[in-house]
């Protein structure tokens, strides 16, 4: 079984490693890169996963209804930790609520329970990101609007996907085809830029940084725990949950506070040594949830 959880890990880790070694010596400008990723390559991905004929929206509501809940949930209990620390609620709540599942989640996932359950990743992914360009944005800024999130070709391609899906529109093979191809692309992209994103972050405020790359996956698999005791889902999507409920905080929670000029060192720190510590909770939930 260690074994096992090594051969998951080991490819995610080493291509962010990989991507962090890179980004210190060459410095790359990973701009372009990640702005094809979120325009065309991430779109494919979701828009092939969900129109797969294999897909049938109404099974994954209750994964997304569970995700849902341990995104807000993690919230609910970072809210008072971050007033006991005396903490701008505003720098240490989203990082806890809005974890990497586009850049770390769905590898892992693929990797530990195979492509065929790529499409409950995929939801569990639009879950989180849809919540963080709506709720994560107006925490930040209340004069956010909402019906920006409706221009990302992600969301776009989410809206296509479900339409192909529920009106049952049967793709020609050869299409299907290029968009896995560009689909397959995003991952390690997506691995790699998180290696050279995670260079240029330094350990400021380490201490923070601890406390919420503990937190983080605590409060998920607590919130996680409370649900399914109310709501069981079928034993995959459960353990999809587990894997989902454990991520460390999203790199975009960086970005939106370099953005918005919300203590963009402190979540930094706090992104940092949440993914680096993220090898411990993901390990611990694989080799409870995979089949022994």
Same mark, same amino acid.
């Given at each position: 079984?260690?074994?096992?959880?090594?051969?998951?890990?080991?490819?995610?880790?080493?291509?962010?490693?990989?991507?962090?070694?890179?980004? @210190?010596?060459?410095? =790359?400008? !990973?701009?372009?890169? /990640?702005?094809? +990723? *979120?325009?065309?390559? #991430?779109?494919? $991905?979701? %828009?092939?996963?969900?129109?797969?004929?294999?897909?049938?929206?109404?099974?994954?509501?209750?994964?997304?209804?569970?995700?849902?809940?341990?995104?807000?949930?993690?919230?609910?209990?970072?809210?008072?930790?971050?007033?006991?620390?005396?903490?701008?609620? @505003?720098?240490?709540? =989203?990082? !806890?609520?809005?974890? /990497?599942?586009? +850049? *770390?989640?769905?590898? #892992?996932?693929? $990797?530990? %329970?195979?492509?065929?359950?790529?499409?409950?990743?995929?939801?569990?992914?639009?879950?989180?990101?849809?919540?963080?360009?709506?709720?994560?944005?107006?925490?930040?800024?209340?004069?956010?609007?909402?019906?920006?999130?409706?221009?990302?070709?992600?969301?776009?391609?989410?809206?296509?996907?479900?339409?192909?899906?529920?009106?049952?529109?049967?793709?020609?093979?050869?299409?299907?085809?290029?968009?896995?191809?560009?689909?397959?692309?995003?991952?390690?992209?997506?691995?790699?830029?998180?290696?050279?994103?995670?260079?240029?972050?330094?350990?400021?405020?380490?201490?923070?940084?601890?406390?919420?790359?503990?937190?983080?996956?605590?409060?998920?698999?607590?919130?996680?725990?409370?649900?399914?005791?109310?709501?069981?889902?079928?034993?995959?999507?459960?353990?999809?949950?587990?894997?989902?409920?454990?991520?460390?905080?999203?790199?975009?929670?960086?970005?939106?506070?370099?953005?918005?000029?919300?203590?963009?060192?402190?979540?930094?720190?706090?992104?940092?040594?949440?993914?680096?510590?993220?090898?411990?909770?993901?390990?611990?939930?694989?080799?409870?949830?995979?089949?022994?």
């Amino acid at each position: 079984m260690v074994l096992r959880i090594l051969e998951i890990l080991f490819p995610v880790l080493s291509i962010i490693a990989i991507g962090t070694l890179y980004g @210190r010596f060459r410095r =790359p400008d !990973m701009l372009a890169a /990640n702005q094809l +990723n *979120m325009d065309l390559f #991430v779109p494919a $991905l979701v %828009f092939a996963a969900l129109a797969s004929k294999d897909f049938h929206v109404m099974a994954y509501l209750p994964l997304a209804a569970a995700a849902t809940a341990v995104v807000l949930g993690s919230g609910l209990l970072a809210w008072p930790v971050a007033r006991l620390l005396g903490l701008d609620w @505003r720098t240490f709540v =989203p990082p !806890m609520m809005f974890n /990497n599942t586009g +850049n *770390m989640g769905i590898p #892992v996932m693929v $990797l530990a %329970f195979g492509s065929q359950w790529l499409p409950g990743a995929v939801i569990v992914f639009l879950v989180e990101m849809v919540l963080h360009f709506s709720l994560g944005l107006w925490m930040l800024d209340h004069k956010t609007k909402l019906l920006g999130l409706f221009k990302q070709p992600v969301i776009m391609a989410t809206i296509l996907g479900l339409v192909v899906s529920l009106g049952q529109i049967a793709l020609p093979a050869p299409l299907q085809i290029a968009l896995k191809m560009l689909g397959d692309i995003s991952i390690p992209l997506m691995l790699f830029a998180l290696g050279v994103r995670m260079a240029g972050i330094s350990f400021a405020d380490w201490k923070i940084g601890v406390i919420g790359g503990i937190l983080c996956p605590l409060s998920g698999a607590v919130v996680a725990w409370l649900w399914l005791q109310a709501f069981p889902l079928p034993p995959m999507q459960e353990a999809l949950l587990w894997v989902f409920a454990v991520l460390p905080p999203a790199v975009l929670n960086y970005l939106v506070a370099e953005r918005y000029q919300q203590e963009p060192a402190r979540v930094a720190s706090i992104v940092l040594i949440g993914n680096s510590l993220s090898v411990f909770s993901l390990a611990i939930v694989l080799y409870l949830v995979l089949p022994h």
